[in-house]
């Protein structure tokens, strides 16, 4: 079960749910698939409406690794993730809020 005041989402993929995180490491991970998009970038992308599929599975490929699962991102390709695109883009927009958002009185 993902805790949410940690940071975590929880995707269910092929009928087995994984708790998603953003650690700095993957977020250094995530920053080098983006090629020449920064962070920022992918935040205003996502806050638009102007993300991409690629967008979605390099967020939850770095999620799955900061969770410590082995998932790649061809696994994730040919999974079925519940909620399908539209979930797995709900999902993704949720773990980059929950990353960088402050807990509720701490800002």
Do not use: C, W
């Not at 690629?54 to 969770?67: C, N, Q, R, T, Y």
């Amino acid at each position: 079960m993902a805790n949410p005041f940690a940071g975590q989402v929880e995707i269910v993929i092929d009928g087995r749910p994984y708790a998603l995180k953003l650690t700095l490491g993957a977020l250094a991970g995530l920053e080098q698939s983006l090629g020449n998009a920064s962070l920022v970038d992918l935040v205003k992308r996502f806050e638009e409406g102007r993300f991409s599929a690629g967008d979605i599975l390099s967020l939850l490929v770095a999620g799955l690794e900061g969770g410590g699962h082995d998932l790649r991102a061809e696994d994730l390709a040919r999974a079925e993730i519940s909620g399908g695109p539209l979930g797995a883009a709900r999902i993704a927009a949720q773990l980059l809020a929950r990353s960088f958002a402050l807990p509720e009185g701490q800002g």
